[in-house]
C-alpha cells in the first residue's frame, strides 16, 4: 500500500539497509503523524506521512503504518509540591525563592521553544513549599507572568497576572500558545501541551489567617505531557518522559529544616501561619560589669589604707 500524490504526507528521512519500520516510527511520532509509509525491502526510498490513507493504493514495495499512542496520563502539581501522575506522588523541592525551569516543548511548527518556570516560597522552621509564581515564555518572550496574592483584599484577585501587548512582542510569538485568563483560573494551550493553573488555599493549616497567608498556586495537566512534542526538564523526567538526570534526583531529597528551638507561644504562632520574631538576649558576663561596693566593703577597704 502506498499514498501517492495529495494523500501523501511529510517527508521523514532515508535509511540505511537493515533498519525497520521501527526506526521510521519514532520520526512519525514527532511529526504527529498517524499513518506513514516505509519499504523494508528499499529504506532507502525513505519514511513518509500519509496524510489521507483512505486514497491508498495496492503496491508492491511499500505499506502502510499506523501509529498507535496511548493517551498520556493526567498530571497534578499541587501541595508543598507533589507531582502525582497514574497514582504515583512524587514530593520535590526546588530553591526557595528561585524561578526553576520546569518543562520546555517546541511548538506546532518547531520554530519556537515554550518553557513553564516556577518559583517556590517557604514556611522557614519545616521547609515546607508551596508554587508562588509561573511564567509561561516563548524563546526567552515572557507570554504570561502569574502570581498568587497573600491575604488579597477584598477588591483584589486571588491572582497578580501580568500579560505583554502583543504589539510588543516579536513577530509570530504571540499566536504560539493559546491563553484564557479568568478569575479562577488560567488555561494554556501549545502544540498539545494543556494546563490549568489554579489559586488555592493552604488546606494543612487550620487558622484561616494562615490560609491566606500560604495561599499558592497548583498546575494541572488534565491530557499527560504528550511524548510528541520533544519534551523535556523536570515535569519531563517526572513523568519518565525522558530520563532523569542526577540534579533532578538531588530534588527529591527533602532538604534540612533550619535548627531552632522555640517556646511554645513560638510554636503555637508557627502553627496558626503567624511570624515568629526571634528576640536575641543580652548575655551579662560574670566580671563584665563592677558591681557598686557595700558600705561594709568600702569601709574595709578605708582601713587596709590608712593601716598602711
Avoid at 139 to 161: C, I, N, Q, Y
Amino acid at each position: 500500500m502506498s499514498c501517492e500524490g495529495s494523500a501523501q504526507g511529510a517527508y521523514l528521512g532515508t535509511f540505511n539497509y537493515g533498519d525497520t519500520y521501527d526506526q521510521c516510527t519514532d520520526l512519525a511520532v514527532a511529526a504527529g503523524c498517524t499513518t506513514f509509509m516505509f519499504s523494508s525491502s528499499y529504506p532507502v526510498r525513505g519514511c513518509r506521512c500519509c496524510d489521507d490513507p483512505s486514497a491508498a493504493g495496492a503496491h508492491s514495495l511499500w505499506s502502510l503504518y499506523t501509529v498507535q499512542c496511548a493517551s498520556p496520563a493526567p498530571i497534578s502539581v499541587h501541595g508543598d509540591p507533589m507531582f502525582k501522575s497514574n497514582g504515583t506522588g512524587t514530593h520535590f523541592w526546588l530553591k526557595d525563592g528561585v524561578l526553576t525551569p520546569l518543562l520546555l516543548w517546541r511548538s506546532s511548527d518547531g520554530n519556537h521553544t515554550l518553557e513553564l518556570s516556577g518559583r517556590t516560597f517557604a514556611r522557614e522552621a519545616t521547609g515546607d513549599q508551596w508554587f508562588k509564581q509561573f511564567i509561561v515564555a516563548v524563546d526567552g518572550t515572557k507570554l504570561l507572568d502569574v502570581a498568587a496574592r497573600s491575604e488579597p483584599r477584598a477588591h483584589e484577585g486571588l491572582m497578580r497576572v501580568t500579560r505583554p501587548s502583543e504589539s510588543k512582542l516579536p513577530a509570530g510569538v504571540a499566536d504560539v500558545a493559546n491563553i484564557d485568563v479568568a478569575d479562577d483560573r488560567i488555561k494554556v494551550e501549545a502544540n498539545g501541551v494543556f494546563f490549568e493553573v489554579r489559586p488555592t488555599e493552604a488546606a494543612k493549616f487550620s487558622g484561616k489567617a494562615a490560609k491566606a497567608h500560604y495561599e499558592h498556586l497548583n498546575v494541572n495537566f488534565d491530557r499527560g505531557i504528550p511524548t510528541a512534542v520533544g519534551a523535556s526538564g523536570l515535569f519531563a523526567q517526572l513523568a519518565g518522559i525522558e530520563p532523569m538526570l542526577a540534579s533532578t534526583k538531588e530534588m527529591l531529597v527533602r532538604p534540612a529544616p533550619p535548627h531552632k528551638t522555640l517556646t511554645p507561644a513560638e510554636s503555637r504562632r508557627l502553627f496558626l501561619g503567624k511570624p515568629v520574631h526571634h528576640v536575641q538576649k543580652k548575655a551579662t558576663i560574670m566580671g563584665e560589669r563592677s558591681k557598686k561596693p557595700s558600705q561594709e566593703q568600702e569601709h574595709s577597704r578605708w582601713h587596709r589604707q590608712t593601716d598602711q
